[in-house]
């Protein structure tokens, strides 16, 4: 059932659930809210940093979009 994700904190939540699954390191460094959608940028490097970022639905909880090295 679709949640919607009102805060940063659960967005993040989410958006770390996901990145783990695919990288064994995930340290959140922002989640920005804008256009009906959560933006979360995620250090993935254990010894450089690496970005990823996850995109995701406001409404819905929905991963839209992911970027990750």
Known sequence: MPT???SAP???DIAVSFVSKHRFFA???SAIRENGHWL???DV???AKEI???KID???GEI???DIP
Do not use: H
């Open 4 to 6: 919607e994700v009102k």
């Open 27 to 29: 340290r959140p460094l």
């Open 52 to 54: 990823a970022s996850v």
């Open 10 to 12: 659960q967005a993040t």
């Open 40 to 42: 979360v940028k995620i």
């Open 45 to 47: 490097g254990p010894l």
């Open 64 to 66: 839209l979009e992911y």
């Open 58 to 60: 406001a409404k819905t």
